[in-house]
């Protein structure tokens, strides 16, 4: 392999890793109801055809955002397999996902299915210029008692939110809870 082939790789990793995260600041920004984060990964003139909705990112977020927060105490946007094929600065992406809810009459939803976007580099940023989701199966779940809820200190790093006060956003992220082996 040469130097050039070998520079070539690396730029195409890189490209990948910056689409990665691109997709990843969008769940993160759904989950935490952080609509910069949520925004970063579109392009402004996007379009998005998700479920009945199709439109700008702008309006997506606000959409989603209100149907979450009626639905859902917490949302999971998981993304999984993924594939990309990159030419140029136009990048095709194909990602699995599966969402998670726990709802607000304590039923857990759970969805699959995939994300099928067109990317862009603009100014040299990847972001979403068209995606449309393929919604593959949907079912609730049973509900079981959340796990350790009865631990007294089991929030003193930070309770979870669905706003920037996630412990997620702690820099530097710290534990000040007490050291304990449960028996």
């Known amino acids: 392999m040469t130097i050039a082939d070998t520079q070539q790789r690396l730029a195409t990793l ?11 600041r969008f769940s993160r920004g759904m989950d935490r109801f952080d609509r910069g984060l949520f925004l970063s990964a579109f392009h402004p003139d996007a379009t998005v055809a998700a479920g009945d909705f ?3 990112p702008a309006e997506l977020y606000d959409w989603a ?3 979450h927060e009626q639905g859902q105490y917490a949302t999971h946007h998981n993304l999984l397999n993924h ?3 990159i030419e140029g600065d136009t990048a095709h992406t194909e990602t699995y996902y599966l ?7 304590d039923s857990n939803w759970l969805a699959g299915g995939r994300y099928l976007d067109r990317l862009e580099r603009r100014d040299g ?4 210029a068209l995606r449309t989701n393929a919604i593959e199966w949907s079912g609730v779940v049973p509900t079981m008692p959340i796990p350790f809820a009865d631990v007294p200190d089991i929030h003193a790093n930070g309770a979870p939110s669905r706003t920037p006060g996630d412990p997620s956003y702690r820099r530097p992220l ?3 809870r007490q050291s304990n082996t449960p028996s």
């Open 14 to 24: 890189l490209d990948r890793q910056d689409i990665i995260d691109c997709l990843t």
């Open 54 to 56: 199709v439109g700008g």
């Open 65 to 67: 955002a209100a149907m």
């Open 83 to 85: 594939t990309c094929d």
């Open 99 to 105: 969402f998670a809810a726990r709802n607000r009459d």
């Open 125 to 128: 940023r990847w972001r979403i």
């Open 174 to 176: 710290r534990n000040v």
